[in-house]
Every structure is written in C-alpha cells, then in structure tokens.
C-alpha cells in the first residue's frame, strides 16, 4: 500500500497569508496525485487532480505541484473561507488519502 | 446539477448487518465509476470499495474485503454497500463519491454521507 504523508498537521496562519501544504508518497505516483479540502460537516472538495489541474470552479489562488513522491498545494492568499482540512490522494495504484493539514486561524 | 445522496445509515449492534444506498442525479449514471469511502469521527479518510458501471469489475480495501458487498442498479441510478460481521472499528460516516475521470481514481462529486454507529 502506499503511504501518504502530510505535512504539517496543523497550520496557524492569518487572512492574507500564503500558505504551503506538502504530501510525500513513500513511492511514486507520478502525477497521480488529487487535492481535497473538507470543512467541518461537509463532504471533501475536489479542489486539484493530476497533481496540478484545478478543478471545475476551483478560485485560481490554489495551485497545485510536484511529481513522483513530493507534492504540494499553495494557497496564494488565504481567505476567510479557506480555514479548513485539507487532504491529498494518490491514484496511481488503488486510493490512499493522506493524514490531512488543518489550516486554521492565527 | 450531480447529486449524490447517501441512506440507510443507523446505529446498529456488533456482529449485524446494514445496507447503504447512493442515490445519484444530474448526470448519466450508467456511464460513471461510483466509490464509497468513509470517514471515522474525527479520523480521515479511507477508500473502502468500488463498481465499474457495467457491474462487472469491483475492487475492495482489504479491511472491508469479505464483508462488504457493492452492488448497482443503473435502472434506477443507485448504488449500494451491503455491510455484513460490523465491529465498531465500522462506525463512520460513509460516503458515495464520483470517479471524475475514466481511468484516474479521484473523485469530483461527492454525497454528504450517512451515519453508521456499530454500539452495542
């Protein structure tokens, strides 16, 4: 099984903020790679797959990179809306979703 | 728009059974790849199973294998779970979610979930 690791667990940052979550496969998984972000209550949102691909109506500040085991989603600017968990998932051989980040308020 | 919306969740005994249904709408059901995946309370995520639209492939995570049963009736756009011997490591909320692509096993849409408590 592949291992998806986030990191760091928990981010504390203020409105405004660019902000960085990383996600390491203990093997590659090419560009197979998809980004979630899930508020509390609510299903998971596809925000990024193919590594880099924003999804349908996905604003342009989140970006999406990396190949093989090193990923990371960017949020250019964080708004309001965006304090939430986020969660990568790789799909190169069966599903396996990261721990999570937990973007929260500073 | 899609809409997929899960039923049948509960509180139920260990060792008894439960059947999941996923309730698809907005888009043609009979040519989409569904998934279930759930969450436990407080936990992340975990793939659990899924159906190719034909019914004729299934794959299941090796912690549901044995015990759960997927299931699909393109006549009536639904999916379920059929989920035989719960224990409570089960308890979670269990979700339905769209394959976006046809080979790439990422998810576009998904339901809210229903609940499924395994207490005794």
């Known amino acids: 099984e592949i291992v998806m690791t986030q990191s760091p667990a928990t981010l504390s940052v203020s409105p405004g903020e660019r902000v960085t979550l990383s996600c390491r496969a203990s093997q590659s998984v090419s560009t197979n790679l998809a980004w979630y972000q899930q508020k509390p209550g609510q299903a998971p949102r596809l925000l990024i797959y193919g590594a880099s691909t924003r999804a349908t109506g996905i604003p342009a500040r989140f970006s999406g990179s990396g190949s093989g085991t090193e990923f990371t989603l960017t949020i250019s600017s964080l708004q309001s809306e965006d304090f939430a968990v986020y969660y990568c998932?790789?799909?190169?051989?069966?599903?396996?979703f990261g721990g999570g980040t937990k973007v929260e308020i500073k | 728009q899609v809409l997929l919306v899960e039923s049948g969740g509960g509180v139920v005994q260990p060792g008894t059974s439960l059947r999941l249904s996923c309730a698809a709408a907005?888009?043609?059901?009979?040519?989409?790849?569904i998934h279930w995946v759930r969450q436990a309370p407080g936990k992340g995520l975990e793939w659990l199973a899924v159906?190719?639209?034909?019914?004729?492939?299934?794959y299941y995570a090796d912690s549901v294998k044995g015990r759960f049963t997927i299931s699909r009736d393109n006549s009536k756009n639904t999916q379920h779970l059929q989920m035989n011997s719960l224990g409570a490591e089960d308890t979670a909320v269990y979700h339905c979610?769209?394959?976006?692509?046809?080979?790439?096993?990422?998810?576009?849409?998904w339901g809210q979930g229903t609940l499924v408590t395994v207490s005794s």
């Open positions: 159906m190719s639209p034909d019914g004729t492939v299934k």
């Open positions: 907005g888009f043609t059901f009979s040519t989409y790849t």
């Open positions: 979610a769209r394959q976006g692509d046809t080979y790439r096993w990422f998810f576009d849409y």
């Open positions: 998932q790789q799909c190169d051989n069966g599903v396996t």
